[in-house]
C-alpha cells in the first residue's frame, strides 16, 4: 500500500483517535502527579477526590472510545483542518499533558513571592481570618498561624518578647535593609493559580547573603517591633537559624 493510499486509509480516523489518545494521557497525568505525591503543589487537598474521579473517568472515556473506534472500522468522511477542529484542538491537548508527564511541577519561589505582592504589607498578613485557629502557645504557631492572629490582632507591641519557632523560605524584598529577609510560605486556598504568599521581617545579626534566596529555614527567636519603611512592623528577631531540606508539600491550607 502506497503511502497516500495509506494516509487516505487513516485519515479518516484522525480526528477521534487524536482526541482519544488526549483523553487518556490527561487522565494519566492526573492519576501521574497523585501517586508521585505532586497533586498538591497543584490543588487544594479538599478537591483531591473531585480531581482523581476526574482522571479515572477521563481513563474510561478513553477504554470506551477506543472500543468504540475497533468496532465501527467504518470509513468515515475526513474533516476539514481548522484552528477549532477537533484534530488541531486534540494536538493542543496532547502537547499539554506530554510537557505535564516530562515536566514535574516545581513549588513556587521568591520571584513568584515577590511578583504576588509580598512586598506590599496589606498582602503579606493576608490569610483569612474568618479561618483563624491558633494556639495558646507561641512557639507552637506556624508562621500561617503568626499571621492570622496578626489579623485578628495586629498591634505589635502585644507579641513583643514572644518567643518564635518557625519555618519557611527565604526571600529578599528590596524595600529592606541588608539585615533583614522575609521567612515566607504559600498559602493555597483552591488551587496554584490563586496561591498567594505570606511572611514576617526577620532581623539578622549579620548580612541576609549569608542564607540563600529560596532556601529553606527554621528560625529560632523572638518577636519584637521595628519601624521599617515608615511602618510599624512585628519582627521576628532571629536566634538561631537552621537550613532544612524542602518540605515534600511546602504550601499551608
Not at 482523581?52 to 468522511?77: C, D, E, S
Not at 513556587?108 to 498582602?123: N, V
Not at 498561624?145 to 505589635?156: C, F
Not at 521567612?183 to 539578622?204: E, H, M, Q
Request: aromatic fraction near 10%.
Amino acid at each position: 500500500m502506497t503511502a497516500k493510499r495509506l494516509r487516505t486509509k487513516l485519515f479518516p480516523y484522525l480526528p477521534e483517535g487524536l482526541v482519544t489518545l488526549a483523553l487518556g494521557l490527561w487522565g494519566t497525568l492526573i492519576l501521574h502527579y497523585w501517586r508521585s505525591g505532586k497533586l498538591g503543589l497543584l490543588i487544594h487537598p479538599n478537591y483531591y477526590g473531585l480531581t482523581l474521579a476526574a482522571g479515572y473517568f477521563l481513563l474510561m472515556l478513553t477504554v470506551l472510545q477506543i472500543l468504540k473506534l475497533w468496532r465501527r472500522r467504518l470509513p468515515m468522511r475526513a474533516q476539514h483542518l481548522s484552528l477549532l477542529s477537533p484534530p488541531v484542538m486534540s494536538s493542543i491537548m496532547l502537547v499539554a499533558a506530554l510537557i505535564g508527564l516530562l515536566v514535574t511541577p516545581r513549588p513556587f519561589t521568591s520571584q513568584t513571592a515577590i511578583q504576588r505582592g509580598l512586598q506590599d504589607t496589606t498582602l503579606v498578613t493576608r490569610a483569612r481570618p474568618q479561618a483563624f485557629r491558633t494556639t495558646s502557645n507561641p512557639e507552637k504557631r506556624t508562621l500561617l498561624e503568626w499571621i492570622r492572629t496578626l489579623d485578628v490582632y495586629p498591634e505589635p507591641d502585644a507579641y513583643a518578647g514572644q518567643k518564635v519557632n518557625v519555618d519557611g523560605f527565604v526571600v529578599y524584598p528590596e524595600d529592606l535593609p541588608d539585615n533583614y529577609f522575609t521567612l515566607t510560605r504559600f498559602v493555597i486556598s483552591c488551587c496554584a493559580a490563586d496561591a498567594y504568599p505570606v511572611g514576617l521581617p526577620v532581623k539578622l545579626e549579620g548580612n541576609r547573603k549569608t542564607y540563600a534566596v529560596d532556601s529553606w529555614q527554621a528560625i529560632q527567636g523572638e518577636m519584637m517591633t521595628e519601624t521599617l519603611n515608615g511602618q510599624r512592623q512585628l519582627v521576628i528577631q532571629a536566634k538561631a537559624l537552621k537550613p532544612i531540606p524542602e518540605p515534600d508539600n511546602p504550601y499551608y491550607y
